[in-house]
């Protein structure tokens, strides 16, 4: 199958670490609530939405085993 949904290929962090802006592979910069309403409507691949224990909604990267495509190992841009 070949999936033509864009992927995120780099972040930015904030001060404290957390992911707060995306670029996809089509060179979007989306913010936080741009990047998770996108991933909710499936416009994103390789990535999913789920609750946290606080109750808000974060973006994560899909379990496929291969690590160095999580969030957290994307360059910064």
């Given at each position: 199958?070949?999936?033509?949904?864009?992927?995120?290929?780099?972040?930015?962090?904030?001060?404290d670490?957390?992911?707060?802006?995306?670029?996809?592979?089509?060179?979007?910069?989306?913010?936080?609530?741009?990047?998770?309403?996108?991933?909710?409507?499936?416009?994103?691949?390789?990535?999913?939405?789920?609750?946290?224990?606080?109750?808000?909604?974060y973006?994560?990267?899909?379990a496929?085993?291969?690590?160095?495509?999580?969030?957290?190992?994307?360059?910064?841009?």
């Amino acid at each position: 199958m070949n999936d033509e949904r864009e992927r995120f290929t780099a972040v930015q962090r904030n001060g404290d670490g957390d992911l707060e802006r995306f670029q996809t592979s089509g060179g979007r910069v989306l913010d936080y609530q741009q990047a998770l309403e996108e991933v909710k409507s499936g416009i994103i691949a390789g990535v999913n939405v789920f609750k946290g224990k606080d109750g808000e909604m974060y973006i994560r990267s899909d379990a496929d085993g291969d690590p160095s495509n999580n969030l957290s190992q994307l360059p910064t841009f």
